[in-house]
């Protein structure tokens, strides 16, 4: 049996964020509002002393598709669930089934409900978000400020003359794209089901310029992961949890000059 899942190597990672900045291109996920981050690709970050005897941490985090997830238990949705597994062992949620309730986000112990400043600085981070029911899920393509004005054109100047708002979500059927992302509902990391069913890499592994994300079959004794895995002292976000996370972690970060 299939069981999708990703190895970060905070040994190779340079905090670069090239991951972020990927997932947002890939998934057109919008930005904070509401106390909502809508970032599905993350960082947990701490920097500790006085200079120039201070140290820098960078974590990178995302939605854990946790093997017991807590989030698809908290589902009130029936007879089929809006948060659910897929074959594979990727835990995907359906908008059309979600009726907003936010007792995933609310049951997920690597989610908040709100998050505060804190957030700002990596301090805290929340691996679902809530696209509210009365705000605009498109803002920035709205938005008729320029960055230069005069020179640079707004994100309502850019729709405007394309004739159209850009594709708001990337289905995870396949790689439709629907036009306007759902009001009123949660949304979260998708391991790029839409490339990862195409035998494509999740955008975030794919862009990573020091190849310190692997993604592949836990189950499959030959895959990279699994390799790395067996050979590599690894460790899980709040493992203490019973969730059983499928993200796993190995080696230390250390700040490169």
Not at 48 to 56: R, S
Not at 206 to 234: H, N, T, W, Y
Request: hydrophobic share 30%.
């Amino acid at each position: 049996m299939t069981r999708l899942g990703m190895v970060i190597d905070l040994g190779r990672c340079v905090g670069c964020g090239a991951c972020a900045f990927a997932c947002k291109a890939e998934n057109n996920t919008r930005t904070r509002q509401g106390g909502q981050s809508h970032n599905w690709a993350d960082f947990i970050m701490r920097t500790e002393g006085v200079f120039p005897n201070v140290t820098h941490f960078v974590m990178p985090v995302l939605c854990n598709h946790c093997s017991e997830a807590p989030c698809i238990t908290a589902c009130p949705v029936k007879p089929n669930k809006a948060m659910f597994k897929t074959p594979e062992g990727i835990t995907l949620h359906d908008p059309e089934l979600c009726i907003g309730c936010r007792q995933c986000q609310e049951a997920c112990p690597y989610s908040h409900e709100e998050l505060g400043a804190s957030s700002l600085n990596g301090e805290t981070y929340s691996v679902i978000s809530y696209n509210e029911a009365d705000k605009s899920t498109q803002p920035f393509w709205e938005d008729k400020t320029a960055a230069i004005p005069g020179c640079t054109s707004s994100g309502a100047d850019v729709s405007a003359r394309a004739g159209a708002t850009p594709p708001a979500m990337t289905k995870w059927t396949g790689g439709d794209a629907q036009p306007i992302r759902t009001r009123g509902v949660v949304e979260k990391c998708t391991f790029c089901y839409h490339r990862t069913i195409n035998g494509l890499q999740p955008a975030c592994v794919e862009v990573c310029p020091s190849q310190a994300r692997i993604f592949g079959d836990q189950e499959d004794a030959a895959s990279p992961i699994a390799v790395l895995l067996k050979k590599e002292k690894s460790f899980r976000l709040q493992e203490d949890k019973g969730t059983k996370p499928n993200v796993h972690y190995i080696g230390k970060y250390s700040v490169r000059a």
